[in-house]
């Protein structure tokens, strides 16, 4: 059964450092998501992608957060100088025609 | 005001009972989803079931059955014969308007099943 892969598992930064967390969505999906959890708190929306294009952004997705998909499979996230307050886990989502938002394992980001 | 509200911070049910989780929502869409992901401890987001605005029979996926009151907004799961591996974190989310836009979760239920 396709589903959707992330790389890194656990990425360690410090402070004020670029991170490209990357994924791979299901191949005939269309909308893309990225979400975050910040341990022990609810799952947060940070920006949808459709069409090669931002369809909708959160507050939280600021000028040092851009997505990109580079080629036909890979989704990325890039957070350009990384804060503390960025430590979190961070989840990609592709949609099903079926309107399921299907999620990856996450990657665990962790600032010092 | 909270768009997806799961009242029940933490709960227990004893193995092969049922148990329901509760969440209800608040929109003014017609056009809506409803779903319900499980978050085991080792953190991924795994999806269960999805109901549609639309959709009049309350939908099940096996042991799983979402018990959809859309007078009352409310998308109670229902997990039957509960097993050990059930223990874990639920969140309830909603999908608004257009087909494609973002989900919205509550702040979770954690479920602990007892042998």
């Known amino acids: 059964e396709p589903e959707v892969t992330q790389t890194p598992s656990h990425q360690v930064t410090q402070m004020g450092q670029e991170v490209i967390l990357r994924c791979v969505p299901i191949?005939?999906?269309?909308?893309f998501y990225w979400y975050r959890q910040i341990l022990g708190q609810k799952v947060e929306f940070l920006v949808s992608?459709?069409?090669?294009?931002?369809?909708?952004k959160s507050e939280i997705f600021d000028d040092q957060f851009s997505v990109e998909r580079p080629d036909g499979s890979n989704f990325t996230l890039k957070i350009r100088s990384t804060k503390l307050e960025d430590s979190a886990m961070y989840f990609c989502?592709?949609?099903?025609?079926?309107?399921?938002?299907?999620f990856g394992p996450g990657t665990r980001l962790t600032v010092l | 005001a909270q768009k997806i509200t799961q009242t029940q911070p933490g709960m227990f049910v004893q193995e092969k009972e049922a148990v329901t989780l509760d969440c209800t929502y608040d929109?003014?869409?017609?056009?809506?989803?409803l779903f319900w992901y499980k978050q085991p401890s080792s953190g991924e987001m795994i999806f269960l079931i999805y109901?549609?605005?639309?959709?009049?029979q309350n939908a099940t996926e096996g042991r799983y059955s979402l018990n959809f009151q859309k007078a009352r907004k409310s998308a109670n799961l229902v997990i039957s014969a509960s097993q050990l591996g059930d223990s874990a974190m639920y969140f309830c989310a909603m999908r608004e308007g257009s087909y494609g836009n973002k989900l919205v979760f509550g702040a979770g239920t954690i479920l602990r099943v007892k042998s």
């Open positions: 929109t003014s869409d017609q056009s809506y989803g």
């Open positions: 992608f459709y069409n090669n294009e931002i369809s909708e």
């Open positions: 191949s005939n999906h269309l909308y």
């Open positions: 109901q549609g605005s639309y959709d009049e």
């Open positions: 989502a592709s949609r099903a025609p079926s309107d399921t938002q299907y």
